[in-house]
């Protein structure tokens, strides 16, 4: 009797199966927490990158948009010179119209211009974009002269940009709803990949005759002619996007532009 009361007291008090419990249990909390944690950092992780890319492959694109109207304001600067000198040397015989003549022989140096590149790529060159069906020759020919542009650009970071440029509809001189005629490139469509992440951005690219006063003086309040003053023309507004928008797919059957109508 005295031997049974002994083992069930010892019994009361051997715990060793309930600290082993208390183990387990703590383990596995303390497991949990570890896992749920590796899988924060592991999802913060993946969307840092996912991030990264994202910025990467949208800067990307718009670097090369970026430098490409900064060679059309090259281009913008030329043609202001040749209209100048056009205008000016015919100032007498156009001095009722200098204005509309200036806008016109700008425009004309920019269609050369870039009927010269455009001319300048031969079928052979275009041999390596037979497989992009929804573009027709002269549209493969465009892409490739403002690659070229973009390649012979004095710029080397400018040379690496070239390949981002995948499509252009469509250039010369267009007529807006309000009937103002400007020089653009239609339907330019550029993509960037970085990582597993691509960029595609759409845009126009129009460019305008700078504001010239032809004026040669003015008559103060006394009747007397005065000098006009200096001007300062800033080449870079006159070049700007027009329908610029952002996607993350592929809209290149899909993009239509409103600029509006070839001019006659």
Known sequence: MMRLEYCRKK?????????????????????????????????????????????????????????????????VQDAYLYAYNETSKNFLWRKDDLTAYFQESFMNALNEKWKERVDDVTAADISGLQSIASMNDGQKKLLLAVRNVMEDAEETEYNDCAKYF??????????????????ALKGIQVKCTSGNYTTFLYTDICLEPPSVNWQTGFADATGATQEKAWETIAFTDCVYYVNWHRADYDERDNYNTDLGNPAS
């Open 166 to 183: 995948y499509k252009i509809d469509s250039y010369g001189l267009y007529e807006d709803a309000a009937g103002a005629k400007k020089f």
């Open 11 to 75: 019994g009361k008090l051997d715990n060793r199966g309930s600290a082993l419990v208390s183990v387990l249990v703590i383990t596995t909390f303390i497991t949990i927490i570890a896992t749920t944690m590796l899988y924060m950092a592991a999802m913060n992780y993946q969307q840092k990158q996912t991030d990264y890319q994202n910025k990467q492959s949208f800067y990307g694109a718009e670097k090369a948009l970026d430098e490409f109207k900064s060679i059309l304001v090259s281009d």
